[in-house]
């Protein structure tokens, strides 16, 4: 199986602030890297696909980078609804494991 | 519009059955993969299992497997799963999401999920 590694579990960022998560894969995914974002109650969120493209209408301040191993989801300017969990899910493979998530949380 | 709709979670004891129904409707359903998803309480999101559009392929997560069965029913635009031998372990909301045809397999659309509790 391919273990995904999310980086950090949780953070605590100010609305306006530029926040990076980090998800690196045991072995190379190519580019088969998906980030989603869960609000407790909710169905997840498909935000980006193929490790750097935004679904369509998820806003331009997410955007995702990487390839291989190693994955990057960036949130330009943090709003109050972008409070949530995060997670990175590789569809290289069956299993098509999530990584563990990061908790944002307003500091 | 893309729905999904679970139903059939409840509480159950440990070594009972389950079975989740997920009514899918404003996409051609039987042209997509789908799959269950679960969160159990305080963890992450964890697949459960995959299956075809056509039915012939299926794909389970190792815990679950010779236990839960995914299956469809392309008329009935639905998708089901049969969870047996139940554990606590398996105490989760269980969501039905739809993997996109794009080739990039993410899960594009999701319910808002059924809560399966097994407890004695």
């Known amino acids: 199986d391919i273990q995904m590694t999310q980086s950090p579990s949780s953070l605590s960022a100010s609305l306006g602030d530029r926040v990076t998560i980090t998800c690196r894969a045991s072995?190379?995914?190519?580019?088969?890297l998906n980030w989603y974002q869960h609000k407790p109650g909710k169905a997840p969120k498909l935000l980006i696909t193929?490790?750097?493209t935004l679904q369509s209408g998820v806003p331009s301040k997410f955007s995702g980078s990487g390839s291989g191993t190693d994955f990057t989801l960036t949130i330009s300017s943090l709003q109050p609804e972008d409070f949530a969990t995060y997670y990175c899910?590789?569809?290289?493979?069956?299993?098509?494991?999530f990584g563990q998530g990061t908790k944002v949380e307003i500091k | 519009e893309v729905q999904l709709v679970e139903s059939g979670g409840g509480l159950v004891q440990p070594g009972g059955s389950l079975r989740l129904s997920c009514a899918a409707s404003?996409?051609?359903?039987?042209?997509?993969?789908m799959n269950w998803v679960r969160q159990a309480p305080g963890k992450g999101l964890e697949w459960v299992a995959s299956?075809?559009?056509?039915?012939?392929?299926?794909y389970y997560e190792d815990s679950v497997k010779g236990r839960f069965t995914i299956s469809r029913d392309n008329a009935r635009n639905a998708l089901y799963l049969q969870m047996n031998s139940l554990r606590v372990e398996d105490t989760a909301v269980y969501y039905c999401?739809?993997?996109?045809?794009?080739?990039?397999?993410?899960?594009?659309?999701w319910g808002q999920g059924t809560l399966v509790t097994v407890s004695s």
């Open positions: 999401a739809r993997i996109d045809n794009s080739g990039h397999y993410g899960r594009d659309y």
């Open positions: 404003g996409f051609t359903f039987s042209s997509y993969w």
């Open positions: 299956i075809r559009q056509d039915g012939g392929e299926k």
């Open positions: 072995q190379s995914i190519n580019n088969r």
């Open positions: 193929a490790a750097s």
């Open positions: 899910q590789q569809s290289y493979i069956t299993p098509p494991l």
